[in-house]
C-alpha cells in the first residue's frame, strides 16, 4: 500500500513540477517581451546575437540543405520515374522543402547549435554571478541578456530556414538536372508554376518564426532556470536539444493541419 | 542625525522553515569600514543581499539612508542599487567583455558620457587599482588578483556610496591580498564611501577594518573594534580569532554516536 502511495506521489510531483516549470518559462517569455525596450533601442546588442546564433549558424545549415536537397533529388527522381513524372522532380524538391523540411530541419539544427550555446552560456553566466552581478548595478538582465538573444532568434530563424531552402533546391538542381540529366527548363518551370507564394512560402516563414520563438524561448528559459553548477548547466543543454525537438516536430504538426485545413 | 547609512533591525530570515537569521541588528556608519565575520554557512553574504534587495527578510527591516529597502518596488531597488558597488567572491567579470569594457559598462548603462569622458574615468578606475595597463586584455587573461581587482574598478565605476566585498581575499595569493586589503581602505577613504565586508580572514580584516560584527547560530555573536575583539573573553570569538580546532563551533558536524554507525 505504501509503495502504491508513494508511487501516485511520484507522479504527481513529476506533474505539478512540470506545470510549475512550464509557468516559469510562460512567465519569462512575457518579462521578455515586457523588457524587450532596449534590444530595439540599442539595436547593436541584438545585431551582436544575430551575429552569434545566425551568422555562426550558417555553415551547418547551408552544408545540411545541400545533403538534404540532394537525397530529395536522388530519393524523388527514382519515385517519380516509375509514374513517368521525372520532370516534376523541381516541384517536388522545393515543397517538400519549403512547406516542411526548411523550417523543421533549420529548427531541429538551431536548437543543437545554437539553442545549446544560448543555454550554457545563460546558465554559465548564473553560475559565475555575471547575472547577480548586473542586477547589482541595477541592470534588468532580462533586458540586457536574455531579450536581444530572444529576438536575434525569432529574426534568424526565418532567414536561416529560407537560405536552407534555397541551398536545398540548388542541391536538388545538381543531383536531379547535373548529375541525372532531368530537363532544366522542366524543372524551374514546374517548381514556378506550383510554388503558391501566399500558400506555400509565407506559410513556411510562418512555421519558422513560431520554431524560432519556440526554440529560442525554450533555450533561454532552461539556462535562465539551470541550477548554477556544472551539473545543472551540462542537464539544462541537454533539456534545450530534447525539449526544442519534440516542441519542434509537435507544433509542426499543429501548425501543418491548420494551413492545410484553411 | 544619526551617523548610520545602512540599519538593519531585528532581522530575520531563511530558506523553507529554517531560519538562517534570529534576529539581526547592524549598523554600518557612513564612511567607516566594516566587517561582517563568521564561519562558513553562517550567513553573512545573505547579508549583502539583503542589504541589496535580491531578497526579502521574513521579518525585521534593512534600511538605507532611511529608506527601507524591502518596501521599493523594483524601480526603486533599481535606484537604490545605483547607490551600491559590490564586489564579487570571484570578481563576476562579464568574460564576453574585456577589460576596460567590463568597467565601462556601469557607465554605458546608467549614464550618458560620450566616449572620450568614458575612456578617462575607465583608465582613471583602472589606475587607481593598478592595472591601467591590462585594459585591454580579457578576464580569461587575468589571474584570481588581478580579476578581483577589475571588479573592484568596476564595483566603483560611478563613485558608490555603499562598497560591498564578498569575500575579497578568498583564494589569493598573500601579495595580492595585501593589495587588496590596502585598496578597500583606500578607496573607501577617497570616495568617502562606507564599506561592508564580509569574509572569515582573520588577520587581514583586523589590520584595517573599523568595526568588526561577529555572526554566529542567526545572531550577532559579538561586535566591536578590532582592538576590543582581540581583547574579547567570548569563547566564540576567541575560538576563530586564534582558529581553534575545537570550542563552541565543534569539530563535528551533529551525527548518530559513533558506535552506532560502525555497528559495533
Not at chain 2, 103 to 131: C, Q, S, Y
Not at chain 2, 167 to 187: H, K, Y
Not at chain 2, 235 to 244: A, G, L, N, T, Y
Amino acid at each position: 500500500m505504501k509503495s502504491l502511495i508513494s508511487f501516485f506521489e511520484k507522479i504527481g510531483y513529476s506533474i505539478t513540477s512540470r506545470i510549475k516549470r512550464l509557468g516559469t518559462a510562460t512567465r519569462l517569455f512575457f518579462l521578455i517581451l515586457i523588457s524587450s525596450g532596449e534590444s530595439f533601442k540599442r539595436f547593436h546588442l541584438t545585431m551582436k546575437e544575430i551575429y552569434f546564433t545566425g551568422v555562426m549558424s550558417l555553415v551547418i545549415i547551408i552544408v545540411s540543405a545541400f545533403f538534404v536537397g540532394m537525397v530529395l533529388g536522388l530519393q524523388g527522381y527514382y519515385t517519380l520515374q516509375k509514374y513517368g513524372s521525372s520532370e516534376a522532380i523541381g516541384v517536388l524538391v522545393a515543397l517538400a522543402l519549403v512547406r516542411e523540411l526548411g523550417p523543421v530541419v533549420t529548427a531541429l539544427l538551431f536548437a543543437g547549435r545554437a539553442g545549446t550555446a544560448i543555454t550554457a552560456e545563460i546558465g554559465l553566466m548564473k553560475a559565475t554571478e555575471q547575472l547577480s552581478a548586473m542586477e547589482m548595478m541595477a541592470v534588468n538582465p532580462v533586458g540586457r541578456i536574455i531579450a536581444p538573444r530572444f529576438w536575434a532568434g525569432v529574426i534568424a530563424m526565418p532567414i536561416l530556414a529560407s537560405i536552407f531552402s534555397m541551398v536545398g533546391i540548388l542541391g536538388g538542381y545538381v543531383v536531379a538536372v547535373i548529375v541525372i540529366g532531368v530537363d532544366e527548363g522542366a524543372f524551374w518551370s514546374q517548381m514556378q508554376a506550383n510554388v503558391d507564394f501566399r500558400y506555400d512560402i509565407v506559410n513556411g516563414v510562418i512555421k519558422s518564426l513560431v520554431f524560432g520563438v519556440a526554440c529560442t524561448t525554450i533555450a533561454l528559459f532552461e539556462g535562465f532556470d539551470a541550477p548554477p553548477t556544472a551539473e545543472g548547466v551540462s542537464r539544462a543543454t541537454t533539456r534545450t536539444v530534447v525539449t526544442s525537438s519534440l516542441v519542434i516536430l509537435g507544433l509542426d504538426f499543429i501548425l501543418t493541419s491548420f494551413m492545410l485545413g484553411g | 542625525m544619526s551617523d548610520n547609512l545602512i540599519n538593519i533591525e531585528n532581522l530575520t530570515f531563511g530558506y523553507g522553515k529554517e531560519l538562517l537569521h534570529k534576529g539581526i541588528n547592524m549598523q554600518f556608519q557612513k564612511g567607516k569600514v566594516s566587517a561582517i565575520m563568521g564561519g562558513s554557512g553562517s550567513g553573512k553574504t545573505t547579508i549583502l543581499k539583503l542589504i541589496g534587495g535580491q531578497i526579502k527578510p521574513n521579518s525585521g527591516s534593512v534600511s538605507i539612508d532611511g529608506q527601507v529597502v524591502h518596501d521599493q518596488n523594483l524601480s526603486g531597488i533599481y535606484q537604490l542599487r545605483r547607490k551600491m558597488g559590490m564586489l564579487f567572491q570571484h570578481g563576476a567579470l562579464f568574460t564576453d567583455l574585456s577589460v576596460y569594457e567590463n568597467v565601462a559598462f556601469p557607465m554605458r548603462e546608467h549614464t550618458d558620457l560620450p566616449e572620450n569622458i568614458i575612456k578617462d574615468l575607465v583608465l582613471m578606475k583602472l589606475n587607481a587599482v593598478g592595472l591601467r595597463g591590462s585594459y585591454k586584455l580579457m578576464p580569461t587573461e587575468l589571474s584570481g588578483g588581478m580579476a578581483r581587482r577589475v571588479a573592484l574598478a568596476r564595483a566603483i565605476a560611478l563613485d558608490p556610496d555603499i562598497i560591498m566585498y564578498d569575500e575579497p581575499f578568498a583564494g589569493l595569493d598573500p601579495i595580492s591580498m595585501a593589495v587588496i586589503c590596502d585598496l578597500i581602505r583606500t578607496l573607501n577613504d577617497a570616495l568617502g564611501a562606507t564599506s561592508i565586508i564580509v569574509t572569515h580572514d582573520v588577520a587581514e580584516t583586523f589590520s584595517f577594518a573599523d568595526y568588526i560584527y561577529f555572526v554566529a547560530d542567526g545572531v550577532v555573536a559579538a561586535e566591536g573594534s578590532p582592538k576590543q575583539l582581540m581583547a574579547s573573553k567570548l569563547p566564540f570569538v576567541k575560538q576563530f580569532i586564534h582558529s581553534e580546532k575545537d570550542g563552541p563551533v565543534p569539530f563535528h558536524v551533529a551525527a548518530p554516536s559513533y558506535n552506532s554507525d560502525l555497528a559495533l
